[in-house]
């Protein structure tokens, strides 16, 4: 089997349909949105109700604070009510601003509503998403 190298690991991962897409997404987080790859971790690991969690790639903030929930699937995995309640699950813990859910040709991003109640899908992703790190 072939592999890929995870510049976030800094390991080689095994070449699977999600993991080409969580690589190619850190690529577009890193060189086209900006974000530092030292405020990424891929594969980040976290506990909800005594059970562990793996977020497939998570943003932090400059104050080191989760900031971006990136979720990855497979091509042809459709986004459905399931994935979306996978990723509503990760925000009970990670409080972030933004959630991203793609498939490598679907992509969707949820912003965090100012009242802090849930999560409305943006019509359009901003420019420079990492602009709003802040500092």
């Not at 091509?75 to 601003?97: F, H, I, N, S, W």
């Not at 991203?100 to 999560?119: C, F, H, I, K, P």
């Amino acid at each position: 089997m072939s592999e890929l190298f995870d510049p976030l690991r800094r390991k080689w991962v095994a070449r699977t349909p999600e993991e080409e897409v969580r690589q190619a997404v850190i690529v577009w987080l890193r060189d086209v949105q900006g974000f530092p790859a030292g405020l990424m971790e891929s594969e980040y690991g976290f506990l909800y109700n005594r059970r562990r969690y793996r977020a497939d790639i998570l943003v932090f903030d400059r104050r080191l604070q989760p900031f971006l929930l990136v979720e990855c699937k497979a091509p042809g995995v459709r986004l459905d009510a399931k994935v979306v309640e996978q990723v509503v699950r990760y925000t009970r813990v990670l409080a972030v601003r933004y959630v991203l859910v793609t498939n490598g040709t679907d992509t969707r991003l949820l912003q965090r509503r100012a009242d802090g109640s849930g999560y409305d899908c943006l019509e359009k992703m901003p420019e420079k998403l990492s602009q709003d790190l802040g500092g």
